[in-house]
């Protein structure tokens, strides 16, 4: 129960943390973000008043006389209830609006392709470790290239091989424009389609940091006392590779889940660019090059909590896994 | 951490920390690769020409005049390349140091300094970490003007949200330091603090910062290529992501102008590779398990048994003893090597007979090799130790004779636990810590009894437990849930568990108290007469088994010094080397509390252990 309630604060306390950042990264930059926000609304013909002024400067600061404490929690208190404002690319929808329907994208498309990505990686590297000093083994080292490779020219490199050139999937976009998007079987067979490339193009980059790190502990796994016991017992060794060495050596790379879950999330959102992907990437993206800072500073808000999400959650299983932590921990 | 491989460890020449990467062509491959990108970035920009130079023969492919090609606007991609990866390499290199400097900081001297310091720094790079980083860099990236976006801030930005997980690499490596014995000494002996950091812990923690160095290298090179690409990087500044910008907007990709977007992003990947290759032989130095490659186990090597090692009915071994039919384990001639560089002989010619339901007890220092002996006889040695010759025999129960040595891989497994099992030293490390009690005892018997029906498996485990003194309710246990004493019961209740003719015991209460050890030795001694197993039990400790033991044999650099009864023992220790281990032990009871006194011709009788202590079994021992 105790790493239960710790866990939880820590998050608590990761969420305040970046909401704090997203507070104060305007505040600190040179240039007044509101002015040129405003400027943009105005050209777009829009009536702003002074309570949207209010919200864009609770949100990115401004001259305002107000204390900067006030500022803070009333900025809080907007972000609590999902007031993140009206976005100024895609004027007058609010930014909880263009969040909502970008999301679910990102999320299938790097929650399916990071799952991909982690079985694939500890499973071979598993056998790798297992098969220590055999040819799958010695393929380790090169499967570095794959992790040193940035993930949007090899995003470039899958378009221009299997998109231009052999055709077999399509270039560009989430889904077939023609059709509309719901839970029906074309719609969801084309929208598969258009995910091949991109979640292949995070597979293919992450999985190799993963079969690293499983391999490295499997081999220091393989020499611990418990492992020579299994031996001993006369066990298969599907079952001690699998229970005695896999379950103990997976461990690390599960409680360092976050530090991988960042690197992902970072290359998702240039691969959604190269692959101009109806997510939330693609979207930032958009909203940086339109000065659309409200936008902005709401998606960087909805990665953190996802992020921040993704990792309670894998803590969280965490202690299923390791049965030590819940008594020291 | 495996104090049960000390005795199996081929001894290596003793070297002192070693800093520096041990050359293998993993490491030659990837200095080869760095040295070269390194280069070409330092000195390329001055061989090519003008990178920026139009002309007006847009997007050609590469030729003679042009190796790699030309831009949309004429402009030499080989040119660009160069002055790209000066920009890449620069950026990279400048962040790694921001960032290690940083994580160096917080985690070696927040470790280090400890109390509320290291509260609050491991508090804020562990948040910096759930953080993610780009989307951060790219808010912040995006709320500079792109007139004051330097290559300077770019590089600030990406090292502060760059350098938490190296931060936690390196204060998880510091905590475990800072508790070393010789850190320890120098902060006794009033050496100053920086002086402890700076002398003692930052040499021990230079191949971790390296390679947190080298990671952060790559990160930042990514990183600033990602932010490039988007068009977020410094103004006026020319990287690979740059380059890999122009292509992208220059439709490179659909215009199939691959000579402008492969070469960058393959300028990239090779660096990170060859990083990563002298990353490797850095975790070599940390993590020396990483280090020697063993030559495959050839598990399913049979070897035809040769007749001569056969035991006929009556044969003489060596010490004269006869072997009768009573016998359940022969060992004839054995020697193992360790195939190192110098071949370690660390069992040498040994015979032994293990007789039904006894107890032999195998005594020596350590090293003397009956660890490696032990290991043997289960064939649980790896390579390089090797069985040179010899022979095992088991003598089953129904009368077969099972030669050990020539079992295939399935035979070896059926074989072992079934006829012989082991009760290993240290039972702190011999239980697998993520599984229960029970899943560990059940293995054994859905692996050996495939027959039995969950329910009779679960009663089977119960009552094992219930033998050695543990409540089945244990079952549901983890092994951290359980005293040591408990859980080498447990180890116990497992050897059992499948009625084995011979149990090996390797020093099995060596790492428990005295009490807790006379308990279980007990204990031990009353399932043997009840279930009428053989045990080997390997000790450095004669006073004990003169104690337990029906026969002793005494063992020193490998070979087997003198086999005789406990008393004979006792009483005529005929070897100079008994008598030397009698006279090592101290008497509680008798005057003469001799230590090693060499050359003296003293009789055993001072060193007989005094009476078995007041029985401290399982009462003594709590759970935790």
């Known amino acids: ?329 | 951490m495996t104090n049960l491989n000390a005795d199996l460890a081929a001894p290596r020449p003793r070297s002192g920390r070693r800093v520096l990467p041990r050359w293998s062509p993993k490491l030659a491959i990837g200095v080869g690769i760095i040295v070269v990108i390194g280069l070409w970035g330092l000195a390329g920009p001055v061989l090519v020409g003008d990178p920026d130079a139009i002309r007006d023969i847009g997007l050609t492919a590469p030729s003679g005049s042009h190796l790699l090609g030309t831009t949309q606007t004429g402009q030499d991609v080989l040119a660009q390349l160069a002055y790209a990866t000066r920009g890449s390499l620069s950026i990279g290199v400048l962040v790694g140091i921001m960032a290690t400097l940083l994580s160096a900081l917080f985690g070696i001297v927040g470790s280090y300094v400890g109390g509320l310091v290291d509260e609050a720094f491991s508090l804020l790079s562990n948040l910096m970490l759930v953080i993610p980083g780009l989307p951060l860099v790219i808010v912040i990236s995006a709320f500079v003007p792109a007139s004051a976006r330097g290559s300077w801030t770019i590089a600030v930005v990406l090292a502060i949200t760059g350098w938490a997980g190296s931060a936690r690499v390196l204060r998880a490596q510091t905590l475990s330091l800072r508790n070393r014995d010789y850190i320890q000494a120098a902060r006794v002996a009033g050496e100053k603090r920086w002086r402890v950091i700076g002398v003692e812990l930052l040499p021990n923690l230079l191949p971790l910062l390296a390679s947190q160095f080298v990671f952060t290298v790559i990160g930042a090179i990514l990183s600033e290529t990602g932010l490039s690409f988007l068009g977020l990087g410094a103004a006026n500044s020319a990287t690979l992501g740059t380059m890999l910008n122009y292509a992208q907007n220059g439709f490179a990709l659909q215009r199939g102008a691959w000579w402008w977007f492969v070469p960058p992003g393959l300028i990239i990947a090779l660096f990170g590779c060859g990083l990563a290759l002298v990353n490797f032989s850095i975790d070599e130095i940390i993590n020396p398990r990483l280090r020697d490659i063993p030559r495959r186990e050839r598990g399913n090597r049979r070897r035809e048994p040769r007749p001569a090692e056969r035991l006929d009915d009556g044969a003489v071994l060596d010490d004269g003893a006869v072997l009768d039919n009573g016998a359940v384990l022969t060992v004839r001639h054995l020697s193992v090597t360790y195939r190192t560089e110098n071949p370690v002989h660390a069992v040498r010619d040994v015979s032994l007979v293990l007789r039904r339901g006894e107890i032999l007890g195998l005594v020596g220092e350590s090293g003397c090799g009956k660890t490696t002996l032990a290991y043997a006889i289960n064939r649980l040695h790896r390579p390089p130790a090797e069985v040179t010759s010899g022979s095992i025999t088991l003598h089953d129960r129904d009368g077969d004779d099972l030669d050990v040595l020539a079992f295939d891989r399935d035979e070896l497994r059926a074989f072992r636990w079934d006829r012989l099992s082991m009760v290993f030293q240290g039972a702190m490390n011999a239980l697998n810590p993520v599984l229960t009690i029970r899943a560990q005892l059940d293995d054994v018997l859905t692996t050996h009894r495939p027959a039995m029906s969950r329910g009779e498996r679960h009663e089977r485990c119960a009552e094992a437990l219930r033998l050695v003194g543990v409540d089945p309710r244990r079952l549901k246990a983890y092994p951290h849930e359980l005293s040591g004493g408990m859980r080498q019961r447990v180890m116990i209740a497992m050897a059992l568990l499948l009625e084995p003719q011979v149990v090996l015991l390797d020093e099995p209460t060596t790492a428990l108290d005295v009490v807790v050890q006379r308990g279980i030795l007990r204990e031990l001694l009353r399932l043997r007469t009840a279930l009428g197993f053989a045990v080997l039990f390997i000790t450095h400790d004669l006073p004990l088994m003169l104690e337990v033991s029906d026969r002793i044999a005494v063992m020193r650099d490998g070979r087997i010094v003198e086999e005789a009864t406990a008393e004979q023992i006792a009483a005529e220790p005929r070897h100079p080397y008994t008598r030397h281990l009698l006279d090592s032990f101290p008497s509680l009871l008798g005057e003469r509390g001799a230590f090693i006194r060499a050359g003296e011709d003293e009789r055993g009788e001072a060193a007989r252990p005094p009476a078995a202590a007041p029985d401290g079994g399982i009462a003594a021992e709590e759970v935790r």
């Open chain 1, 1 to 329: 129960m105790r790493y239960y309630l710790r866990k939880l604060a820590f998050y608590a306390a990761a969420l305040w943390g970046a909401l704090t950042l997203n507070f104060f990264i305007p505040r600190m930059m040179p240039g007044n973000p509101v002015d040129i926000l405003l400027a943009k609304l105005q050209q777009r013909g829009a009536n702003v008043g002074p309570s949207a002024r209010r919200a864009y400067e609770l949100l990115l600061g401004g001259n305002t006389d107000e204390s900067l404490i006030h500022q803070y929690f009333a900025y809080l208190g907007n972000m609590l209830h999902g007031d993140f404002g009206v976005s100024v690319s895609h004027y007058p929808t609010p930014v909880a609006t263009v969040i909502t329907a970008s999301l679910p994208w990102t999320v299938a498309l790097v929650g399916i392709a990071t799952l991909l990505a982690v079985l694939v990686g500890t499973g071979l590297g598993m056998v790798a470790g297992w098969r220590r000093g055999t040819w799958l083994d010695a393929l380790v080292p090169a499967t570095t290239v794959l992790a040193a490779v940035p993930y949007f020219w090899l995003a470039l490199i899958l378009v221009a091989v299997f998109a231009t050139k052999l055709g077999w999937f399509p270039l560009l976009g989430g889904y077939d424009v023609a059709l509309s998007p719901g839970w029906n079987g074309a719609f969801l067979s084309s929208a598969l389609r258009y995910g091949v490339l991109p979640a292949l193009t995070i597979v293919i980059s992450s999985a190799g940091g993963w079969l690293l790190g499983m391999r490295n502990m499997m081999v220091s796994t393989l020499a611990e006392d418990h492992v020579l016991t299994a031996r001993a017992k006369g066990l298969t060794d599907r079952r001690i590779m699998v229970w005695y060495a896999a379950r103990n050596a997976v461990l690390p790379s599960v409680a360092g889940f976050a530090i991988s879950l960042g690197f992902i999330v970072a290359g998702s959102i240039v691969t959604e660019q190269v692959f101009s992907y109806p997510g939330i990437g693609s979207q930032l993206l958009e909203a940086v090059q339109n000065d659309d800072y409200a936008l902005m500073q709401g998606i960087f808000l909805v990665i953190t909590v996802a992020v921040l999400g993704a990792n309670l959650l894998v803590d969280l299983l965490y202690a299923l896994v390791d049965p030590r932590v819940k008594t020291t921990g």
